[in-house]
């Protein structure tokens, strides 16, 4: 079925699914994939944490009036206070995280400079080579971002006007980063096939390991709620926000549901993380669960984020569950053309979610409108698990309760209309199992190929070095 697998996510989409931990600095331990590390790999989260938006063209209080060029990207310059803005940004991040071990201000400007350089140079591939972020993919991002700290959209708007961000800066630095994602999501997933031959060999590395398997090497399936507190709250606030936090953990000790119960409290996105590796969560979930049995729940955790309880969902050593969530789905997808805007897209998906709810059936208009191999089957995306869609898919997918269908959504495909048919439990078959693995593999694969295409682009540009950023 070509829907499943076109719909694949790649690392580099988790970047917008982050956007609460790297916009928000100070906030910057969340429950979607941010970890503490040390040395040169903390240098590197802290580098792409700051590059989100908010990162580059925030001013800084301080910064010298008078600004010059540090570099040229083929004909774009680098300035000095761009890269100032940065480190500063990058300091901040770290700060947030509780990194001890800070690199020198020399070692941290060039790591910043270099960044820049080749964010640069994705941004102006993306823009040569025609992709376009329309304004309602901006949109939605911002909604995605505000919903994922607690807040409204509004509110969020005040809390960037705070840190020195206009909207407009906002906005651009938040449609770079969908241009850089899709650019990376174009050039770099045609290039990973994952065989038979690599999952054997993961399979042998992960018995290989098997008599020491510790939760640095195993996979973790987390349930999550967060109260989050603001940044500047009084301590009246704080206590609020944490016996609001004794209430949510009481009610998820007691209750069966625990979606249920994050649905009635959480501020922090989807109630159930999904089965990842460890390492792709914040250390402190990990250390936090370390010895947690299935089942077992935590909390509250405090974070710079607000306060954290945390479910054990499942746990496995060799990345993969037994038994998973999965949801049955549909979707009606609209392609974007020079003739028809992500804007434009979404307004006609809207006006056909108007006929659903006026009696006509999903399946249907998905036989005469998607553009999808799912089409001839009522746009059936049959039953998948966590992880087999991009971020924009699933996180819209997980907010819905069987029999909905969702607002129009952006991703990289297009503009997607979501319905949930049902959402079960299921115990994966060893064939299943051997597919979830595969995605495991992949993944793993797509990092280094990452890599690769950065370093071959990064080549490829013209780069002058003009006066040392100070």
């Not at 590390?37 to 925030?58: E, Y």
């Not at 909604?143 to 809390?159: F, K, V």
């Amino acid at each position: 079925m070509p829907s499943m697998r076109h719909l694949l996510p790649t690392p580099r989409h988790i970047a917008l699914g982050l956007f609460c931990a790297a916009v928000f600095s100070t906030w910057s331990v969340q429950a979607q994939g941010l970890r503490q590390t040390s040395g040169d790999k903390t240098l590197s989260r802290a580098l792409s944490d700051s590059a989100q938006p908010a990162a580059v063209s925030a001013p800084t209080q301080g910064l010298r009036s008078a600004d010059y060029i540090v570099a040229v990207v083929n004909a774009e310059p680098v300035t000095n206070n761009e890269v100032r803005a940065r480190v500063q940004r990058v300091l901040q991040t770290m700060q947030a995280q509780g990194v001890q071990q800070i690199p020198s201000k020399d070692q941290l400007t060039r790591e910043v400079l270099e960044r820049l350089i080749v964010e640069k140079a994705q941004i102006q591939t993306a823009k040569e080579t025609g992709i376009k972020v329309d304004d309602f993919a901006v949109d939605q991002a911002i909604q995605n971002l505000a919903q994922q700290n607690g807040l409204s959209p509004e509110a969020m708007r005040r809390e960037m006007q705070q840190q020195g961000l206009t909207e407009s800066m906002f906005r651009e630095e938040i449609r770079n980063q969908l241009l850089m994602q899709r650019l990376q999501s174009r050039e770099v997933d045609a290039r990973v096939r994952v065989t038979e031959h690599d999952i054997d060999q993961h399979l042998a590395e992960q018995r290989r390991q098997s008599g020491q398997t510790d939760m640095a090497t195993a996979a973790i399936n987390l349930g999550h709620i967060l109260i989050a507190v603001p940044e500047r709250a009084s301590q009246a606030e704080v206590a609020q926000r944490q016996a609001r936090a004794q209430q949510a953990l009481e009610a998820a000790r007691t209750e069966a549901d625990f979606s249920a119960v994050a649905q009635r409290f959480s501020e922090g996105g989807q109630a159930i993380l999904g089965m990842r590796p460890a390492n792709r969560y914040p250390s402190l979930f990990i250390e936090s669960v370390a010895s947690t049995p299935v089942g077992g729940i935590v909390g509250p955790i405090r974070s710079a984020a607000g306060f954290h309880i945390l479910k054990v969902i499942d746990k496995s050593a060799s990345g993969v569950a037994a038994v998973v969530t999965q949801n049955h789905a549909r979707h009606i997808l609209l392609r974007t053309s020079p003739q028809l805007s992500e804007r434009e897209a979404a307004q006609r998906l809207s006006e056909l979610r108007q006929r659903i709810e006026g009696g006509a059936k999903f399946e249907e208009l998905a036989r005469q409108y998607s553009e999808d191999g799912s089409a001839s089957m009522g746009g059936d995306l049959g039953w998948a698990g966590p992880g087999r869609y991009v971020p924009e898919f699933e996180q819209a997918l997980n907010a819905l309760q069987p029999g909905e269908v969702s607002q129009p959504v952006a991703s990289r495909f297009g503009v997607h209309l979501i319905q949930l048919v049902d959402r079960r439990q299921a115990t994966l078959t060893p064939r299943e199992q051997r597919e979830m693995l595969r995605d495991v593999v992949r993944e793993e694969k797509l990092e280094k190929a990452h890599a690769n295409w950065l370093q071959e682009l990064r080549g490829q540009a013209y780069v002058e070095y003009r006066e040392p950023p100070q």
